[in-house]
C-alpha cells in the first residue's frame, strides 16, 4: 500500500534531534512503515510548536527517514500567535504549496489528511477528487466552529458573518472525504453533519491513544528519576504532575490559586508543570517563590515517563470549551497509561469516562477549591486513590493503547481504499 499522510502541527521524527514524542498521525505512520507500507508524509516546514523553520534550505525539501518513508516539508510564512491573521495566511500558503508538489508526484491508494487545518484538508480532498484517491480526513478540532466560543453573545452574528468563508470551505473538506474518522463519536457526528450528509458505516471513531510507557528499569528513565529526586520530587511528596503545551485552553490561574491553598492545608503536595508556551513564563515566577510549585519548562520522554512514576495523580485543567468537552484529550490518555487517577475539569466525554470506569475525578472549573478538595482527598485516602489507578491503567489497555487503536486505523484505510483499488486493478 501506498499511503500519503498529509498533516501539519504535530512533531516530527526528526525533530528534537529525532527525539520527538510523536502523537496520532506520526504513530500511524510509523506503524504504516512497520507494516510494509510506502508512506508520505506532507507537512509545513514550519513548527507549530517551536515556532521556527525547520528547513533552511530551498522547499519543498524531501527527508528519507527510512526505506519507503518520506517527508515533504511544504513553505509557508510561519506566525509568533497562534490567533494572528498571520497564522490564516500561513495556512493558505501550506495549502497551496500541498497543491503545486502533490501533482509532482505519483498518486498513492489513500490520503489520510488531519481537519484542522481546514485549507490542508480542503486541498487533500480535491486532490482526491482529481485523481480518484480516497481521502480520510480525521478530526479533532471543531474548525471554524471553537473560534465562535470566545465571541461575546451580542457580538456572535458578526463571528458567524466573518467565519462564513472558513464555514464554506470545512463543508467543501468534509463534503469531499470519502470518509471522515475523528477522537470520538460526537466529533465523528459534527463532521458528517457539516459534510451534510449522513452518517454511513466507513465514518468511524478512532480516540486518541500512546504507546506504552518506558520501563522503570530503562536506562534513559533511571537517570531521569536520579534528576527527579536531585529536585525533591519523589522524596515524600504526595506529587500531581500536569504535561503540555501551555496554551490559552489551560486554566492555570485556578490551578495556582489551589496550590495556595494547599501550600497551608497539605504541605506534602508538589505540583509539577512541564511544558512550554506563553504561559510558562509566569507559572515559573510563581513557583519560584511557592516550594509547592515546580515549573521545569520542556522535557524529554525519559522524563515525563519517569515523573509519572512519581506521581500520585495526573492534572488536566482545561476550560469547558465546546469542543473539549465532545473530546478525550491526548494528555488524559497519556496519564491512563501510567496508572494515574486524572484530576480534571472537563465535563462531557472526559468526565463520562472517568465516572464511568472510575479513574479520576471532576472538578469545577474556575474553583480553586474545588480542584484542593480532589487533590486532597487522593492525598488522604490512599485506598481510593490505589483503585483509581489500576482502573486507569486497566482502561488504558483495554481501550488506548496505540498499537490497539492505531492498527484498527490502518486497517481501516484498507478498507476504505479497497474498492479505489478493486476498480483499479
Known amino acids: 500500500m501506498r499511503a500519503w499522510i498529509v498533516t501539519s502541527g504535530e512533531p516530527l521524527p526528526s525533530d528534537a534531534g529525532g527525539g520527538a514524542r510523536l502523537l496520532r498521525h506520526g504513530m500511524v505512520a510509523a506503524m504504516m512503515v512497520a507494516r510494509g507500507w510506502q508512506v508520505v508524509w506532507w507537512t509545513a516546514?514550519?513548527?507549530?510548536?517551536?515556532?521556527?523553520?525547520?528547513?533552511a534550505g530551498p522547499l519543498p525539501a524531501s527527508l528519507d527517514l527510512a526505506p519507503g518513508y518520506r517527508l515533504v516539508l511544504l513553505p509557508s510564512r510561519g506566525y509568533t500567535r497562534n490567533v494572528s491573521l498571520a497564522r490564516i495566511a500561513d495556512h493558505r500558503e501550506l495549502a497551496a504549496a500541498f497543491g503545486l508538489a502533490a501533482e509532482?508526484?505519483?498518486?498513492?491508494?489513500?490520503?489520510?489528511?488531519?481537519?484542522?487545518?481546514?485549507?490542508?484538508?480542503?486541498?487533500?480532498?480535491?486532490?482526491?477528487?482529481?485523481?480518484g484517491v480516497p481521502v480520510v480526513v480525521d478530526v479533532r478540532d471543531l474548525w471554524p466552529?471553537?473560534?465562535?466560543?470566545?465571541v461575546p453573545g451580542a457580538l456572535r452574528w458578526?463571528?458567524?458573518?466573518?467565519?462564513?468563508?472558513?464555514?464554506?470551505?470545512?463543508?467543501?473538506?468534509?463534503?469531499?472525504?470519502?470518509?471522515?474518522?475523528?477522537?470520538?463519536?460526537?466529533?465523528?457526528?459534527?463532521?458528517?453533519?457539516?459534510?451534510?450528509?449522513?452518517?454511513?458505516?466507513l465514518d468511524r471513531a478512532f480516540?486518541?491513544?500512546?504507546?506504552?510507557p518506558q520501563p522503570a528499569d530503562a536506562p534513559g528513565v533511571q537517570a531521569a528519576t536520579t534528576r527527579w529526586t536531585q529536585r525533591g520530587v519523589?522524596?515524600?511528596?504526595f506529587v500531581v504532575c500536569f504535561f503540555g503545551a501551555m496554551g490559552a485552553q489551560f486554566d492555570f490561574e485556578t490551578v495556582l490559586r489551589a496550590a495556595a491553598l494547599l501550600e497551608r492545608?497539605?504541605?506534602?503536595?508538589?505540583?509539577?508543570?512541564?511544558?512550554q508556551g506563553h504561559g510558562l513564563a509566569r507559572l515559573q515566577a510563581h513557583a519560584?517563590?511557592?516550594?509547592?510549585?515546580?515549573?521545569?519548562?520542556?522535557?524529554?520522554?525519559?522524563?515525563?515517563?519517569?515523573?509519572?512514576?512519581?506521581?500520585?495523580?495526573?492534572?488536566?485543567?482545561?476550560?469547558?470549551e465546546h469542543s473539549f468537552t465532545l473530546s478525550v484529550p491526548n494528555k488524559v490518555i497519556e496519564y491512563l497509561s501510567g496508572g494515574l487517577p486524572v484530576v480534571a475539569s472537563l465535563q462531557g466525554q472526559t468526565q463520562e469516562l472517568l465516572a464511568a470506569h472510575e479513574c479520576g475525578l471532576t472538578y469545577l472549573e474556575h474553583d480553586p477549591q474545588s480542584l484542593a478538595a480532589c487533590l486532597r482527598r487522593l492525598f488522604d485516602d490512599g485506598a481510593l486513590r490505589a483503585r483509581l489507578g489500576a482502573n486507569a491503567r486497566r482502561l488504558f489497555q483495554q481501550r488506548f493503547t496505540a498499537e490497539r487503536v492505531y492498527g484498527a486505523m490502518i486497517d481501516h484505510l484498507v478498507a476504505v481504499a479497497a474498492p479505489v483499488g478493486g476498480a483499479r486493478a
Open 288 to 320: 519560584s517563590h511557592h516550594p509547592n510549585l515546580l515549573a521545569p519548562g520542556w522535557l524529554g520522554r525519559d522524563d515525563l515517563h519517569s515523573l509519572m512514576r512519581l506521581s500520585a495523580a495526573g492534572l488536566a485543567p482545561y476550560f469547558n
Open 158 to 201: 458578526l463571528g458567524q458573518l466573518l467565519l462564513q468563508p472558513y464555514a464554506r470551505q470545512a463543508r467543501r473538506a468534509l463534503r469531499g472525504a470519502t470518509a471522515v474518522t475523528g477522537i470520538t463519536e460526537p466529533i465523528v457526528e459534527w463532521g458528517c453533519a457539516k459534510a451534510g450528509r449522513p452518517r454511513a458505516p
Open 265 to 275: 492545608e497539605c504541605p506534602q503536595a508538589l505540583i509539577v508543570l512541564c511544558g
Open 145 to 150: 466552529d471553537i473560534f465562535l466560543d470566545v
Open 234 to 237: 519523589g522524596t515524600g511528596r
Open 104 to 131: 509532482q508526484e505519483a498518486p498513492p491508494d489513500v490520503v489520510l489528511c488531519s481537519f484542522p487545518p481546514i485549507e490542508l484538508a480542503a486541498a487533500a480532498t480535491c486532490y482526491g477528487q482529481r485523481h
Open 207 to 212: 480516540p486518541l491513544a500512546c504507546p506504552e
Open 45 to 55: 516546514n514550519f513548527d507549530h510548536t517551536e515556532k521556527r523553520m525547520r528547513h
